[in-house]
């Protein structure tokens, strides 16, 4: 198939009054992404970029916005007055287009590649005008249903106009169509708003067709999952377990151990390595990707992230934006987040935050440290209780520590300072000024011991 052959139109236009949102229902997130990005991703693996336009209206420009980057063309259908109404506004775009023209819908997320492919196929196998997905349903309620007589769609019946024999149908019309463009631009019109609701109706085509010799086909599927359309919160949870359950199953046929996969919760987007271990209720998110004979511990978020091989991911970690190389340890009860780096072989430790830090190779921050806006340097040993002071309240500062540095417990780096190479810091440090390479940093104050103060307290207080 030639990619410039297809059209692809997305209808996205609506706002979806029964999402109970303020929000377009395609923007609504299922399974990591818009349900719109879904349905434009499978697009792009039919045709290329420039032959797919999206139909907006309600908050267009944040649609636009959402796909912005995938090169597709948009039509805004600015009043909605139907199906066949969104097709109507874009024609002076999409009937310059020959070959074939394919209607989807930004709330059908769950349709799969293989299955538009065999659409495609069968439409240009046949000598019809176009040729539509079906399924059957054992509860069709609120669907049209398809009438056929010979192998041909005679008419498609919305479930309010149904005679009582047309209500026992069992065969739905799903709403996805591969026209031969020629023959649909040349009939469009003929698409009237005769109709209580006075809008344009796409499923009239069916008739128009008809009535005009050409011949309208179904393709039935066995899975009426993938063409299930989201109209409530409830569905959209049905519709996001479906891809998880997807991702789980295809990252365990690929060689992911995942412990308890009911419990945890992965992103459509996510790349996982062989051999990688993730423990009850982790959640992997976003554009991450995790390498090989990892482990990602239990109760994790790890979400935009970049890990190398080898890397221990302890419980309860949160890693936002951040990279991990080869060999890190980082957790339990770390946080990551604003593109820290932590390089090969270093770890991180638990109740650890780094933010906007670099981490250096074989670098230790074992306990109860903030380092932010830090540059630390390989081998460098991180005490417990240790603060970089970043902020001044009106500017962030940075702090820079060189290699095989020792920074003793308790210590505070008050930014911007910089710590020498192979310098040592005295536990309980309050650090303004920079420190040398090789020289130990003191700041406290000399200790008093004063004899017999606390017995005299003792007694006076008892008096």
């Not at 009535?211 to 299930?228: F, K, Q």
């Not at 009106?394 to 920074?407: L, P, Q, S």
């Amino acid at each position: 198939m030639m990619e410039t052959e297809l059209t692809v139109v997305i209808l996205a236009a609506g706002l979806g009054t029964r999402m109970e949102s303020a929000k377009a229902k395609v923007l609504h997130r299922a399974g990591g992404q818009t349900l719109i990005e879904h349905v434009v991703d499978t697009a792009l693996q039919l045709t290329s970029p420039d032959r797919i336009f999206v139909v907006v209206g309600h908050q267009a420009d944040q649609v636009r916005r959402t796909l912005g980057s995938r090169g597709i063309g948009f039509i805004e259908q600015r009043e909605q007055k139907g199906t066949g109404h969104a097709l109507l506004v874009g024609r002076g775009v999409f009937s310059t287009l020959p070959g074939l023209l394919m209607v989807l819908y930004g709330d059908g997320p769950l349709i799969s590649a293989d299955t538009l492919r065999r659409l495609i196929a069968q439409q240009r196998e046949s000598a019809s005008a176009a040729t539509l997905i079906t399924t059957l349903l054992d509860n069709p309620h609120g669907y049209g249903r398809v009438i056929q007589d010979a192998g041909r769609v005679r008419a498609i019946v919305e479930q309010k106009a149904a005679t009582p024999e047309q209500l026992q149908i069992k065969e739905i019309n799903s709403g996805i169509y591969c026209f031969a463009a020629a023959d649909f631009w040349s009939h469009i019109d003929q698409i009237q708003p005769d109709n209580p609701a006075k809008e344009y109706y796409l499923t009239d085509i069916v008739e128009i067709l008809n009535r005009a010799g050409r011949s309208v086909r179904a393709m039935r599927i066995c899975n009426p999952s993938e063409v299930l359309g989201i109209n409530n919160r409830i569905e959209l949870a049905k519709v996001d377990a479906l891809f998880r359950m997807r991702k789980v199953e295809e990252l365990m046929l690929a060689g992911v151990t995942i412990e308890k996969p009911e419990t945890v919760t992965i992103d459509s987007r996510v790349c996982i390595g062989i051999d990688t271990v993730l423990e009850p209720f982790a959640r992997i998110l976003g554009t991450t990707t995790i390498g090989q004979e990892c482990t990602v511990g239990a109760c994790s978020i790890v979400q935009d992230a970049e890990i190398g091989n080898r890397v221990a991911v302890g419980p309860f970690t949160s890693i936002l934006g951040s990279r991990i190389e080869d060999d890190a340890q980082v957790g339990p009860y770390s946080r990551l987040r604003m593109g820290a780096h932590v390089e090969a072989g270093a770890h991180v430790g638990n109740f650890v935050e780094l933010k906007k830090t670099r981490l250096g190779a074989g670098a230790k921050a074992m306990h109860l440290a903030y380092l932010g806006d830090s540059d630390i340097g390989r081998g460098v040993n991180i005490g417990a209780g240790t603060i970089t002071c970043n902020y001044d309240g009106v500017h962030k500062h940075a702090t820079r520590i060189g290699d095989a540095a020792f920074v003793g417990s308790n210590s505070t780096l008050v930014a911007p300072v910089e710590i020498g190479a192979g310098a040592y810091l005295a536990a309980g440090s309050v650090i303004t000024d920079p420190v040398p390479p090789d020289a130990l940093g003191i700041g406290r104050a000399r200790q008093v011991n004063k004899e017999g103060w606390a017995r005299k307290r003792r007694k006076g207080s008892s008096g």
